[in-house]
């Protein structure tokens, strides 16, 4: 069962490492322009977070049903469902790409960047969400594709998109400059365009990365669409829509949660916004075991239920929990060792690498607990159920980091560190409630159709 497990997971890993370390470079890269220009990046980074988390909610609806009929055994009801993820596709990646560029504009003024910073900070986030619909393809089609169980295929493309948008960096963000290779002087060709170049590398990865993960889709053996119609299917949206409605209201309003808490941590100054982004990009390549089994977890539970199988489902609850709260002991652990070289790779200023540091090493601490959150979580979803996460995440949200956070910076005068701890306590809440559910069993729906449990419990 680990091996099953791991087979799925680290294909998920290896993608979110690629991931983390092109992040890692890119605010490296743009950092060596300045605070200023860190600052312009990271700025409206949590908007992004709050279109690509409502996006996702829409994939992990098909997620529920790619997944439970591959366990069935169903194609066909697999395919359909991947002909509506690429319906799905069209209509919200259009519709996002509008509605998000629209706004490029005054989203600056929204997240209260310093007026000085708000012309770059727009330009970069209009180039960045261009291609939203390759985008949104990428994000859908590769959850429909783990679902069935392929989780190379996204990984590969990943991995390409890290690589074209690396190189493109170097030959979009900088002027042409002379660098010493082998003891030799080569001339670097180089744009020159800073911040904007940063924007369109990452704009050209994307685009080619929707476009290769659309064809791979297409081409799968399994859920390929082809031959299927594109009409809207009431029996394949129905069910998605009711999983992924409250799994988009969860990411959306914990997403709107994001936007409001980086507002305020913008208003404490540019030290405090630069600080934030670099810890947000350090923080997320720990997080990358809890999510690459959450990619696990969802889809093994996900085919257990469709193949009605209790005895499998037990035995992946018994087995995730444990391997999770391990792999997070150990990335808890390094980050709170190398919280401060991490710092001092993307700022040379000292004020942002002691805080960004301070911070890091409070989160770390919190990432087992975290840890147990995203597992059930992922389970929860395999099997459909997004409700519950929906109110335990919009509880702990709004009513611990928002409202903890306005206290903390608004009445009380505190800054970054104090917002940090107002985030680990809404982390502490849902392992809290998740851990709760898990006990109890009310995640998994097979335990409840168990008929010596209906005796028990009658």
């Known amino acids: 069962m680990v091996r099953v497990i791991l087979t799925l997971a680290w294909p998920t ?38 279109v690509f988390n409502s996006i996702t909610a829409f994939g992990v609806g098909f997620l529920g049903i790619i997944a439970k009929a591959c366990g069935a055994q169903d194609a066909r009801m697999a395919r359909r469902a991947a002909a509506q993820s690429a319906l799905a596709v069209l209509v919200i990646g ?4 509008v509605l998000v560029t629209s706004l490029s504009g005054v989203i600056p003024v929204w997240m209260q960047v310093e007026p000085r910073i708000r012309p770059t900070a727009s330009r970069y986030f209009l180039i960045l969400y261009l291609p939203l619909l390759p985008r949104t393809a990428s994000i859908i089609f590769g959850t429909a594709l783990r679902a069935a169980g392929d989780t190379r295929t996204p990984m590969k493309v990943g991995v390409w998109v890290n690589c074209i948008n690396v190189v493109l960096n170097f030959l979009l963000i900088y002027p042409t400059r002379t660098a010493v290779l082998f003891g030799r002087a080569v001339t670097v060709p180089g744009a020159g365009m800073g911040v904007v170049g940063a924007a369109a590398a990452s704009a050209a990865a994307f685009t080619w990365g929707g476009i290769r993960i659309t064809w791979a889709l297409w081409r799968h053996p399994v859920i390929s669409p082809r031959g299927q119609t594109l009409r809207p299917d009431p029996l394949i949206l ?46 997320s390549a720990f997080y990358i075991p809890g999510y690459g089994m959450q990619t ?26 444990p391997v999770e709260v391990c792999l997070m002991c150990v990335t808890g652990g390094a980050l709170f060792a190398t919280a401060p070289l991490l710092m001092g790779i993307f700022s040379s200023s000292g004020e942002v690498v002691t805080l960004g540091a301070t911070v890091l090493r409070m ?96």
Not at 380 to 400: A, D, E, L, S
Request: proline content about 3%; hydrophobic content about 50%.
């Open 238 to 283: 129905r069910p998605c829509l009711r999983v992924a409605l409250p799994n988009m209201l969860q990411r959306f309003g914990t997403s709107l949660g994001y936007v409001a808490f980086a507002a305020m941590i913008n208003s404490l100054g540019e030290a405090a916004t630069a600080a934030h982004t670099i810890a947000n990009t350090v923080e």
């Open 296 to 321: 696990a977890a969802a889809t093994l539970t996900g085919n257990a239920y469709g193949a009605g199988d209790q005895k499998r489902m037990k035995a992946l609850t018994a087995m995730f929990l």
């Open 94 to 97: 259009i519709l996002s790409t």
């Open 363 to 458: 989160v770390a601490v919190s990432e087992p607990l975290y840890g147990v959150s995203i597992i059930v979580e992922g389970m929860m979803m395999g099997v459909g159920k997004t409700k519950t996460p929906f109110v335990y995440n919009i509880i702990g949200m709004w009513c611990v980091r928002i409202v903890g956070t306005f206290l903390c910076i608004r009445l009380l005068g505190l800054g970054l560190v104090a917002a940090w701890g107002c985030m680990i306590a809404h982390n502490v809440l849902l392992f809290a409630l998740y851990l709760i559910s898990f006990v109890r069993g009310t995640w998994n729906p097979l335990r409840e159709r168990d008929p010596r449990q209906t005796e028990r419990s009658g």
């Open 13 to 50: 890993m290896l993608e979110q490492i690629s991931q983390s370390a092109v992040q890692y470079i890119d605010t490296a890269m743009v950092g060596a322009l300045g605070t200023q220009a860190t600052a312009a990046v990271g700025a409206t980074s949590t908007v992004g977070w709050l």
